[in-house]
């Protein structure tokens, strides 16, 4: 497993995992005990529009400036966070190593090879890499995940979390994170390990497809799509402020007409964007079909969108809640977390990197 492009190895304190998505800032900290978990911190506050733009931090200081104020909210007393470059921004590569080479050989053989790897300038770039174990039947040579990252994906977000006053101390790979939580919801619904399960998460103007087999990604595609586009939608034949619009989508109130003219045409282009997303799953690797859909990202609880999705596609469909079996802490709004469940994946699995 990939452990990050800043800092240790091993996480050896807490961390907050920190999701800045293109809408909102989520925050997340859990604890352990034994193999029980629970959520010490959590918050949540939107961002400024066009602050973040496709997953690229556009407005650092206003970024940073809600990432200071959702953490304040959280009442965590951790300073020390964990972030994530989406993949998109990532390239990966595996390596073949003399097994009895140490780190500091390593780094110095990956710094020699990378350059043959990566179509950009190696000042420009944050590498980092993870010895995946012995390279087939060979005791000699092990496989070497190399990830490589263009420095401006993670110095963005780093001095973000500053701005915030917070200690960034592992940059993570979006996939990578949200495999680990993706094991508890696995775990959660007694999914075999060589099931085939796609999780698409819808958030506010991306739509990221991860498929995930035996606990691994064997595949990631980002399209523009979210709810931002219903935003935009009810603004726009109502007459309403982007502000008016959102809140309104959240609690009602609209006319008679707003299910049939507006809602349901957003619900067929999100099932639309997620057959499209699979097929070109399918035509890129030797599977033709998945056995269930993973629904995450602040659209997945769309009233009807889950029973939608899997009657139209033939699918098992489930939303995403990493924290079903989790304890919850007294300062955490438990209704609110349960509310914001599907979109705290990514959040999730960064937190568990203070497990790791």
């Known amino acids: 497993m990939f452990d990050g ?17 293109s809408s909102a800032v989520k925050m997340l900290e859990l604890s352990r005990n034994g193999d029980k978990y629970r959520v010490e911190s959590y918050a949540v506050m939107s961002l400024p529009p066009q602050a973040v733009v496709e997953k690229n931090l556009a407005e650092v200081e206003a970024v940073g400036e809600i990432v200071k104020a959702v953490h304040a909210r959280s009442r965590s007393a951790t300073p020390r966070v964990a972030v994530a470059v989406p993949g998109s921004a990532v390239i990966t590569k595996i390596l073949h190593m003399p097994a009895d080479m140490d780190d500091t050989s390593m780094e110095a053989q990956i710094a020699l090879e990378a350059d043959q790897y990566i179509p950009y300038p190696l000042d420009e770039v944050a590498l980092d890499f993870e010895v995946l174990g012995p390279d087939g039947d060979s005791e000699e040579t092990n496989e070497v995940l190399l990830v490589a990252c263009r420095r ?5 977000r780093v001095e973000a979390l500053e701005i915030a ?12 994170a949200i495999e680990r939580s993706f094991g508890l919801i696995a775990e959660q619904q007694g999914w075999d390990e060589n099931a085939v399960v796609a999780v698409v998460d819808i958030g506010s103007s991306m739509t990221a497809l991860s498929v995930i087999v035996d ?14 586009q219903l935003t935009d939608e009810i603004q726009r034949r109502y007459g309403l402020s982007f502000e008016e619009a959102g809140l309104a989508k959240k609690q009602g109130g609209l006319s008679d007409d707003y299910d049939t003219e507006v809602l349901m ?3 067929e282009a999100a099932i639309q964007q997620i057959s499209r997303s699979l097929q070109f799953f399918f035509s890129a690797s030797q599977y033709s079909a998945v056995d269930f859909i993973l629904l995450a990202g602040g659209v997945a609880s769309m009233q009807g969108l889950p029973e939608l999705v899997e009657e139209r596609l033939g699918v098992t469909t489930v939303v995403a809640n990493p924290f079903a079996n989790m304890a919850v802490s007294s300062k955490v709004d438990a209704a609110r977390l349960a509310n914001d469940a599907p979109s705290m994946l990514l959040a999730c699995g960064l937190a568990m990197r203070s497990f790791s």
Not at 5 to 21: A, E, F, H, M, Y
Not at 152 to 156: F, K, Q, T, Y
């Open 215 to 228: 606990g691994e990604t064997i595949y990631t595609r980002d399209q523009v799509f979210g709810g931002r």
């Open 5 to 21: 492009l800043l800092g240790s190895r091993k996480s050896r304190n807490s961390l907050i995992g920190v999701d800045i998505s």
């Open 265 to 267: 045409p957003f619900k």
């Open 152 to 156: 401006d994906n993670v110095d963005s």
């Open 165 to 176: 006053g917070l200690e960034p101390k592992v940059v993570d790979v979006e996939a990578y």
